[in-house]
Protein backbone atom coordinates (compact mmCIF):
# COMPACT_ATOMS: atom_id res chain seq x y z
CA UNK A 1 0.00 0.00 0.00
CA UNK A 2 1.14 3.77 -0.76
CA UNK A 3 2.75 5.36 2.20
CA UNK A 4 1.40 8.57 0.51
CA UNK A 5 -1.89 7.49 -0.94
CA UNK A 6 -3.44 6.08 2.10
CA UNK A 7 -3.27 9.00 4.12
CA UNK A 8 -6.68 10.94 4.25
CA UNK A 9 -6.60 14.84 2.98
CA UNK A 10 -8.62 16.58 5.54
CA UNK A 11 -10.78 19.25 4.16
CA UNK A 12 -11.16 22.88 5.79
CA UNK A 13 -14.02 25.29 5.95
CA UNK A 14 -15.09 26.62 2.77
CA UNK A 15 -13.47 24.15 0.49
CA UNK A 16 -15.94 21.54 -2.12
CA UNK A 17 -14.78 19.08 -3.48
CA UNK A 18 -17.03 17.56 -6.39
CA UNK A 19 -16.11 14.22 -8.38
CA UNK A 20 -17.23 13.55 -12.28
CA UNK A 21 -16.01 10.59 -13.89
CA UNK A 22 -11.67 11.00 -14.75
CA UNK A 23 -12.24 14.56 -13.55
CA UNK A 24 -12.03 15.77 -9.44
CA UNK A 25 -12.96 19.70 -9.18
CA UNK A 26 -11.73 21.40 -5.79
CA UNK A 27 -13.37 25.09 -4.90
CA UNK A 28 -12.04 27.38 -2.53
CA UNK A 29 -12.04 30.89 -1.23
CA UNK A 30 -8.33 31.61 -3.31
CA UNK A 31 -9.98 30.08 -6.74
CA UNK A 32 -11.17 26.73 -8.24
CA UNK A 33 -8.85 24.25 -9.60
CA UNK A 34 -9.19 21.04 -11.68
CA UNK A 35 -7.76 18.20 -12.59
CA UNK A 36 -8.25 14.83 -15.01
CA UNK A 37 -8.07 11.31 -12.50
CA UNK A 38 -6.81 8.20 -13.55
CA UNK A 39 -9.57 5.33 -14.31
CA UNK A 40 -7.47 3.13 -11.96
CA UNK A 41 -7.80 5.27 -8.75
CA UNK A 42 -11.02 5.77 -6.45
CA UNK A 43 -11.96 8.89 -4.80
CA UNK A 44 -14.43 9.26 -2.08
CA UNK A 45 -15.50 12.33 -0.41
CA UNK A 46 -16.79 11.13 3.23
CA UNK A 47 -17.91 14.10 5.45
CA UNK A 48 -14.73 16.60 6.27
CA UNK A 49 -11.86 13.87 4.80
CA UNK A 50 -11.16 13.01 1.11
CA UNK A 51 -9.83 9.20 0.83
CA UNK A 52 -7.73 8.04 -2.41
CA UNK A 53 -8.08 4.44 -3.23
CA UNK A 54 -7.23 1.99 -6.09
CA UNK A 55 -9.43 -0.28 -7.96
CA UNK A 56 -6.81 -3.23 -8.75
CA UNK A 57 -3.42 -4.07 -7.67
CA UNK A 58 -1.20 -3.85 -10.76
CA UNK A 59 1.70 -1.58 -11.06
CA UNK A 60 0.53 1.16 -13.24
CA UNK A 61 -2.57 1.72 -10.36
CA UNK A 62 0.02 1.63 -7.64
CA UNK A 63 2.35 4.34 -8.96
CA UNK A 64 -1.29 6.56 -9.74
CA UNK A 65 -2.13 6.05 -6.60
CA UNK A 66 -0.26 8.33 -4.50
CA UNK A 67 0.41 10.95 -7.21
CA UNK A 68 -3.28 11.26 -7.07
CA UNK A 69 -3.82 11.55 -3.53
CA UNK A 70 -0.64 14.20 -3.74
CA UNK A 71 -2.85 16.21 -6.51
CA UNK A 72 -5.92 16.48 -4.64
CA UNK A 73 -4.07 17.18 -1.86
CA UNK A 74 -1.90 20.39 -3.55
CA UNK A 75 -5.71 21.24 -5.00
CA UNK A 76 -7.18 21.63 -1.64
CA UNK A 77 -4.54 23.57 -0.13
CA UNK A 78 -4.34 25.74 -2.87
CA UNK A 79 -7.86 26.44 -2.91
CA UNK A 80 -8.29 27.14 0.78
CA UNK A 81 -4.39 28.84 1.54
CA UNK A 82 -2.38 29.02 -1.39
CA UNK A 83 1.41 28.52 -2.17
CA UNK A 84 3.87 31.06 -2.38
CA UNK A 85 7.88 31.06 -3.99
CA UNK A 86 10.27 33.81 -3.18
CA UNK A 87 13.04 34.77 -5.65
CA UNK A 88 16.32 36.99 -4.52
CA UNK A 89 17.85 39.18 -7.08
CA UNK A 90 21.65 39.62 -6.69
CA UNK A 91 23.85 42.01 -9.21
CA UNK A 92 24.48 45.38 -9.66
CA UNK A 93 21.78 47.36 -11.54
CA UNK A 94 19.79 44.01 -11.77
CA UNK A 95 15.86 44.80 -10.23
CA UNK A 96 12.52 44.00 -11.05
CA UNK A 97 8.78 45.61 -11.30
CA UNK A 98 5.37 44.35 -11.13
CA UNK A 99 3.29 45.89 -13.82
CA UNK A 100 -0.10 44.51 -13.90
CA UNK A 101 0.15 40.35 -14.84
CA UNK A 102 3.41 41.46 -15.70
CA UNK A 103 7.28 41.91 -14.64
CA UNK A 104 9.69 44.02 -15.94
CA UNK A 105 12.95 42.54 -15.08
CA UNK A 106 16.62 44.51 -15.65
CA UNK A 107 19.25 41.82 -15.43
CA UNK A 108 21.97 43.31 -17.26
CA UNK A 109 21.34 42.62 -20.94
CA UNK A 110 21.16 45.50 -23.49
CA UNK A 111 16.83 45.54 -22.89
CA UNK A 112 14.35 44.96 -20.23
CA UNK A 113 12.94 41.79 -20.23
CA UNK A 114 8.96 41.64 -19.75
CA UNK A 115 8.06 38.53 -18.12
CA UNK A 116 4.33 37.79 -18.62
CA UNK A 117 2.55 35.55 -15.56
CA UNK A 118 0.72 33.18 -16.10
CA UNK A 119 -3.40 32.87 -14.99
CA UNK A 120 -3.60 32.54 -11.62
CA UNK A 121 0.03 33.53 -10.23
CA UNK A 122 0.52 36.87 -8.99
CA UNK A 123 3.58 38.72 -8.09
CA UNK A 124 4.83 41.55 -5.77
CA UNK A 125 8.47 43.22 -5.65
CA UNK A 126 10.08 44.04 -2.64
CA UNK A 127 12.54 46.55 -2.82
CA UNK A 128 13.33 45.93 -6.17
CA UNK A 129 15.54 42.39 -5.49
CA UNK A 130 12.84 40.21 -3.86
CA UNK A 131 9.91 39.12 -5.88
CA UNK A 132 7.34 36.71 -4.04
CA UNK A 133 4.94 34.78 -6.40
CA UNK A 134 1.44 33.69 -5.38
CA UNK A 135 -1.02 31.04 -6.41
CA UNK A 136 -3.58 28.35 -5.79
CA UNK A 137 -1.96 26.62 -8.45
CA UNK A 138 1.24 24.99 -7.32
CA UNK A 139 2.36 23.70 -10.51
CA UNK A 140 1.50 26.76 -12.71
CA UNK A 141 3.53 28.73 -9.74
CA UNK A 142 6.64 26.67 -9.95
CA UNK A 143 7.03 27.02 -13.79
CA UNK A 144 6.63 30.48 -13.40
CA UNK A 145 9.30 30.32 -10.76
CA UNK A 146 11.67 28.20 -12.74
CA UNK A 147 11.03 30.27 -16.16
CA UNK A 148 12.21 33.58 -13.85
CA UNK A 149 14.88 32.01 -12.80
CA UNK A 150 16.47 30.57 -15.87
CA UNK A 151 16.27 34.28 -17.33
CA UNK A 152 19.16 34.74 -15.38
CA UNK A 153 20.44 31.55 -13.20
CA UNK A 154 22.86 32.61 -10.80
CA UNK A 155 26.83 32.53 -11.71
CA UNK A 156 29.59 30.68 -9.38
CA UNK A 157 31.85 33.45 -9.11
CA UNK A 158 30.14 36.29 -8.13
CA UNK A 159 26.12 35.02 -7.24
CA UNK A 160 25.05 37.16 -9.80
CA UNK A 161 21.82 36.39 -10.93
CA UNK A 162 18.55 34.85 -9.81
CA UNK A 163 17.84 32.54 -6.97
CA UNK A 164 15.16 30.70 -4.76
CA UNK A 165 15.46 32.30 -1.44
CA UNK A 166 16.09 29.29 -0.15
CA UNK A 167 18.76 28.24 -2.30
CA UNK A 168 22.65 27.88 -1.40
CA UNK A 169 25.14 28.95 -4.39
CA UNK A 170 28.75 27.03 -4.38
CA UNK A 171 30.57 29.53 -5.25
CA UNK A 172 33.94 28.90 -7.09
CA UNK A 173 37.58 30.37 -6.28
CA UNK A 174 38.25 32.72 -9.15
CA UNK A 175 42.06 33.12 -11.21
CA UNK A 176 44.57 33.45 -8.62
CA UNK A 177 46.40 36.98 -10.46
CA UNK A 178 50.23 36.75 -9.63
CA UNK A 179 51.11 33.65 -9.01
CA UNK A 180 54.38 32.43 -9.81
CA UNK A 181 55.75 28.99 -10.13
Known amino acids: MSRIGKQPIALPGGVTVSIEPGIVKVKGPKGALSTAVSPL ?22 SAHGLTRKLVANMVTGVSE ?22 QLALGYSHPILFQLPEGVQAKVDKQTVVTLEGADRQALGEAAAAIRKLRPPEPYKGKGIKYAEERIRRKAGKAVGASS
Open 41 to 62: VEIKVEGATITVGRREDSRDAR
Open 82 to 103: GFRRVLEISGVGYRAEAKGAAL
